[in-house]
């Protein structure tokens, strides 16, 4: 082994959703194969064991960038820094850049001014220092280099894994009366059908709920609640003021951001998920949802056809019909979730963080190596 890695851990303890997942997830990974990696962290309150915490004299990104990572590095011997989007700006060590996805060059329009600075500045000036390049999916390899014309032998796909948390055979069962009462402190009852993500408009909820009031007008099953949960980031869509608008408000609820503790239960509970969002990286909530034994239906477009790999029911987000019509025969058909729910856990059954751990240590170690050359 020659690469030894400083991993950017400032978003442990943030609560950056699907950043710090992957974050969490990656070291549970280089866990299992036996690795204690550096891991860079500005909350002294993390815990990042058994890898060994450093703790950064900023929480200011540009501090981080411009010199805490690079002293990090140097004082700990690091030979390769990991990053997320962006890398520091200068450094002796290799830099090895995840980059989740290309939603703010494909559609600019979905970000606020602010965000779109930042990640314009950070990827379009780290990716051409980094040695490696990875990404969840092969679309978002094709689109790293078709956007930003990276040579496909620097990119490598890791694809995420899913904590174990979430398979519902493997977990401990969680008492009915404690299902009951976290439930109930969302504001939920079943049945109900599930969709996670922030309210921005890459997660198309406005759609969503186009499709469910057309499901209500037609007098499907009025017993089922559509639950949206998840915060605010980036542009909002307006979606609980749409809900109530449409006449829908008393069959939609709006619980909030969501504890990762929390979610395997909501997803175990739910009749069935639906995630309508415009454009992913990876989409990892809809293999969540398959470990927790839930039916899938999804959008059939950018990474999600590739990732669910025939375990969703697939429809096209931009048509609410197209949406309503596959809600409806899932509600309606026992048999077409059960078929599902099957489809979902043997496809879920090789998205392991151990399996993305081995690729992305495989890519720490060609990148210490060419350093080294």
């Known amino acids: 082994m020659t690469a030894r890695v400083l991993i950017d851990g400032h978003m442990l303890g943030a609560g950056e959703t699907g950043n710090e997942t ?10 299992e194969l036996g690795r204690r990696e550096l891991v860079a962290v500005t909350d002294p309150a993390v815990d990042v064991s058994p890898h060994e915490r450093v703790l950064l004299p900023s929480r200011s990104d540009v501090a981080r960038l411009t010199t805490g990572l690079v002293a990090a590095a140097r004082d700990h011997g690091a030979n390769v820094i990991h990053t997320t989007y962006a890398a520091p700006f200068t450094t002796a060590a ?13 559609h600019p329009e979905w970000f606020t001014v602010r ?9 379009r000036a780290s990716v051409p220092r980094a040695a490696r390049v990875l990404v969840p999916s092969g679309h978002a390899r094709d689109e790293l280099c078709a956007l ?32 009951d009462r976290l439930l109930r402190r969302y504001g939920l009852r079943r049945p109900y059908v599930l969709a996670i993500g922030n309210l921005q408009p890459r997660k198309n909820v406005r759609r969503l709920l186009e499709a469910w009031a057309m499901l209500a ?30 006449g829908i408000g008393d069959r939609v609820v709006f619980p909030g951001f969501v504890r990762d503790a929390d979610l395997p239960i909501l997803y175990a509970n739910a009749a ?21 034994g839930t039916p899938v239906a999804c959008s059939g477009t950018t990474c999600l056809p590739e990732v669910t790999a025939g375990a969703a029911a697939l429809f096209d987000p931009e048509d ?40 992305t240590a495989a890519a720490y170690e060609a990148a210490a190596t060419e350093a080294r050359a």
């Open 94 to 106: 290799a830099s090895v850049l995840t980059v989740h996805d290309l939603s703010f060059l494909r």
């Open 272 to 292: 069935l998920f639906v995630y309508p969002t415009l454009y992913e990286g990876f989409g990892l909530p809809v293999l969540e949802a398959m470990a927790a």
């Open 148 to 179: 930003l014309g990276v040579a496909p032998e620097r990119v490598v796909v890791t694809p995420e894994g899913v904590d174990p948390s979430f398979a519902a055979e493997t977990s401990d069962p969680t008492p009915a009366e404690d299902v």
């Open 320 to 359: 609410p019909r197209a949406i309503a019509a596959v809600l409806g025969a899932l509600i309606a058909d026992e048999g077409l979730r059960a078929d599902l729910r099957a489809r979902g856990r043997q496809r879920v059954a090789s998205a392991t963080w151990r399996a993305c751990a081995e690729l």
């Open 115 to 123: 965000d779109l600075v930042v990640l314009n500045a950070g990827v």
């Open 217 to 246: 007008a037609e007098g499907a099953d009025a017993a089922h609640r559509l639950v949206i949960a998840g915060g605010f980031h980036g542009r909002r869509d307006g979606a609980p003021a749409y809900a109530i608008t449409a």
């Open 22 to 31: 992957y974050v969490r997830g990656l070291l549970d990974g280089l866990t």
